[in-house]
């Protein structure tokens, strides 16, 4: 886990196995530019296989399947923030989906990797991403690159 200056600690953990998955210091560097600054707390992104992804979009988010990104904000009681940051929540990024949808895209394996993981930043802290606005979220996404 490294706190990034801001009062915010960021822990990837990659669980796929796969080669493509972007070293943990630029997933982290996506986590921190997606946040304003002086953000305090603690995010945990997994980088997960399919069948990792499957049974938490169907355990959790009653889907079928993989999907590439799915958010779990962190539920706690005020009586519970005896820790010295802040859970916000868990990015889940399921590693195939990113590099199936990138290729059938076609496009940057990275600029999709930023993208999702901004996405999910987004959710956690309550943005709602409606269609308008992913042309931007992409653009902002090329720009953390």
Known sequence: MTNAGLGLAVD?????????????????????????RGALGEITVRVVTEAEGSHLNEVYRHGVGPTNVLTFPAEFAVSDLVVDAVPLGDIVVCAPVIEREANFQGIELDAHWAHMVIHGVLHLSLIHISEPTRPRLISYAVFCL
Do not use: M
């Open 12 to 36: 990837v953990q990659d669980a796929s196995g796969s080669q493509a998955v972007p070293e943990p210091r630029r997933i982290k560097n996506w986590v921190i530019h997606a946040l304003s």
